[in-house]
């Protein structure tokens, strides 16, 4: 992941979030995801507050905890052809582990 990627990305969500806010049933979606996730209406300013002090080293460090060496679920739907397999998915983390 490079500073780019992370920048590039940030932009995309900050106009998602802005051109998504334009109804009264919308930004009750909104209250209501943000009620479950942190228990509270997070103003749009501390959002973008918090949003602006991501950058690649913090994802990465995240994924690291995440999803290194981590026990992986595996879900399908439809043609499965080409879908990697649970145990090559395993196989591949499973060295990483130290």
């Known amino acids: ?6 920048e590039r990305a940030k932009a995309q969500l900050k106009t998602q979030l802005l051109g998504h806010l334009d109804s009264t049933t919308a930004v009750a979606e909104d209250i209501g ?3 479950l996730a942190y228990g509270r209406r997070m103003p749009l300013a501390e959002f973008l507050k918090r949003l602006e002090v ?3 080293e913090e994802v990465k ?3 690291w905890k995440y999803l290194h ?5 595996v879900a399908g739907l439809g043609p499965l052809f ?3 397999q ?7 983390t499973f060295w990483l582990r130290y």
Do not use: F, H, S
């Open 1 to 6: 992941v490079t500073d780019e990627e992370v």
């Open 33 to 35: 995801r943000q009620m």
């Open 54 to 56: 991501i950058d690649a």
């Open 61 to 63: 460090r995240v994924a």
């Open 69 to 73: 060496d981590a026990e992986v679920a």
């Open 82 to 84: 080409g879908m990697p």
């Open 86 to 92: 649970l145990i090559n998915l395993r196989r591949a």
